[in-house]
């Protein structure tokens, strides 16, 4: 049982083995998707949803991240722990954003660090990169900029701004991020993204053509009360135990039925 690591996923993409990814913030469902031989676990700002009860990600802090991300790190042996740096703990520079990944790694045990935002990004990843902070950027549909983009809704429809995320995913690259997020994206474009880099994309309702997929774990499960994306899945329905539905989820994602094109997105 090799655990998994950056060189691994790059491996997968070179392979064309998908790789699979959920999120999780505690112990027990951190040990249980481990165990059914998920890749990589993120600690997202999701948690802000689904655990804490907001509307948004934006009220999260460091130290909630760092008490879940070691909750998480406790369960994990194989998957990658990849942990969100959350809303206002690194926008202003790259020193602050790296003060904030510091703890994430320090005292969560966090592997990767995520960060929302495009080419306004690209120096502070360098930095984090430059000093030993792996890097996982995240493009497309960024909940920390809800109010900015009027509401959780499919970025990248229209040309113009398709290809600024292309040109944005270039950056990032460039400026030393090991992975792409991709969330609410066309697939088209997703598929064209990922074919410019040689970084994995993982995708969230960016279609089947990513180099990985990520769900948000309580809207696979189909526990979140409130109404989950057009492109997640209930992975509950028809399977015996919540252990049988994360490796239902493994198998579709890795044989490639996950994500189907009625949890897909396309150009405008
Ligand atoms: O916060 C989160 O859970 C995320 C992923 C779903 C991409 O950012
Ligand atoms: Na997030």
Redesign the pocket.
Known sequence: MKPVTLATTREMKRRGEKITCL?AYDYSFASLLDTAGIDMI?V???LGMVMQGHDS?LPVSVADMVYHARCVARGTKRALIIV?LPFMSYQQSPAHAFASAGRLMQKGGAQVV?LEGGEPMAETVRFLVERGIPVCA?LGLT?QSVHQLGGYRVQGREATAAERIRHDARVLQEAGASLL?L?AVPSELAKTITSDLEIPTIG?GAGPDCDGQ?L?LQDMLGIYPRPSPKFSKNFMQGAASVEAAVKSYIEAVKSGTFPGPEHSFHSA
Do not use: L, R
Request: hydrophobic share 35%; no cysteine; net charge negative.
């Open positions: 999120t993120m997202g700002d999701s990600t969100d995520k995240h909940p997020v969330e969230i990520v948000v």
